[in-house]
């Protein structure tokens, strides 16, 4: 009797239910019934692109509301071409991590962008709220950027903005910033507050009148400053006002009514971009302060032969382009740097080519002289000589010369026929149509 007892026995534990599971004992990585062992998928909003963790990219999907489930991994995040009017701060603050922000061409206003928008954000790098349909910004909320210090990008142009819209604290706290762009706005003064770290300011197209130094020290590593199509007219860009920037490479001051060379730019300036406006007088020490220039833009001013100094070049010894299309020159100017690799003349008067001018410019590239009024018999004997380096494109003419021919352009039709000739060892090419 004693052993089937104890098979009963045995039996009656195995029915017996077992004891209740403990909270933390169950297998996390084991799969239970009805589900996946594959890692469930990212979270990305309707109809947006999601092609890596860090990445959402929401652009042209004409949303009209802020998608509102926004992985808070997000790095990247582009809301370009859509029909936005604001931005819900409680959806920006939980995207701490975000480095690039693409509200370019939307319908934010200044009344959608709340004084706390970008609070949040301070990991952020690159912003581009540009662009606005109907160009309703007209102002950045005091306080809004002054905790990007990591910010190196900043557009904010095609907007409205004003100068009651920004104030001296508005950028002054970006301490990484490196290029701003406010141009096509209705700024009539250069903003305060610019950070040293600043490289790049275009302020193209606004209404502009006067460049204050003031303004500029904040900004002393500017290396570009782009001012093309404001108002500086005579008076709106005073002697030294640009002295604080002594780093400054190129200065573009395309459109603005000057009737002069800026006096006491910095030293140091490489590129002077001055086309379409009244500069009737080039003095001899007109670009004296400046004799590290290497492209020098005159174009489409009001120079004439007779009120270009035969000094006004005689210190710009590194200068290798020089333009001077557009004006009213009857004659090469004197004294050109030997340096020259490209001198453009044409639209001008000129009805002589005479050798004195060309003179040691046996480096000089090209050599643009259409839509002047030259004619063959106008082209003094020698002047081609010492321009070894000389080559044009376009149509071509070739026409063989012997080196020493005392004028080589004998296939002239001016200007609508370009010319090319050729000596024993090189071919020169000159464009003159």
Known sequence: ?????????????????????VAGMEDAAFPHLGE???????????????????????????????????????QHLSLQNNQLQELPYNELSRLSGLRTLNLHNNLISSEGL????????????????????????????????SRQTQLRELYLQHNQLTDSGLDATTFSKLHSLEYLDLSHNQLTTVPAGLPRTLAILHLGRN??????????????GLRY????????????????????????????LYGNGLDRVPLALPRRLRALVLPHNHVATLGAR?????????????????????RVHHRAFRRLRTLRSLDLAGNQLTRLPM?????????????????????????????????????????????????????????????LVSHTIPRASPSPCLHCHIPNIPVSWSSNQNKKMLRVG
């Open 286 to 306: 007109d670009l004296a302060a400046t004799p590290g220039l290497m492209e020098l833009n005159l174009a489409y001013n009001r120079l004439t032969s007779a």
């Open 207 to 220: 209404h502009i009148r006067q460049v204050e130094a003031a303004r500029l020290h904040g900004a002393r």
């Open 335 to 395: 004294g050109l740097p030997t340096g020259l690799h490209t001198l453009r003349l044409q639209r001008n008067q000129l009805r002589m080519l005479e050798p004195e001018p060309l003179t040691g410019l046996d480096q000089l590239q090209e050599l643009s002289l259409a839509h002047n009024r030259l004619r063959v018999g106008d082209i003094g004997p020698g002047t081609w000589h010492e321009l070894q380096a000389l080559q044009v494109r376009h149509r």
């Open 114 to 145: 709340p004084d706390e928008a970008f609070e949040s954000l301070t990991q952020l790098q690159h912003i581009y709220v540009a662009h606005n349909k109907n160009n309703l910004i007209s102002k950045v909320p005091r306080g809004a950027l």
């Open 1 to 21: 009797m004693g052993r089937p007892t104890q098979w009963l026995s045995l039996l009656l534990f195995l029915l017996l239910p077992g004891p209740l599971p």
């Open 225 to 252: 400053l782009l001012l093309q199509h404001n108002q500086l007219g005579s008076s709106g860009l005073p002697a030294g006002a640009l002295r604080p920037l002594q780093g400054l490479h190129t200065l573009h």
């Open 36 to 74: 996946s062992s594959q890692p469930p998928p990212r979270a990305c909003p309707p109809r947006c692109s999601c092609p890596r963790v860090d990445t959402v990219d929401c652009d042209g999907l004409d949303l009209r509301v802020f998608p509102d489930n926004i992985t808070r991994a997000a």
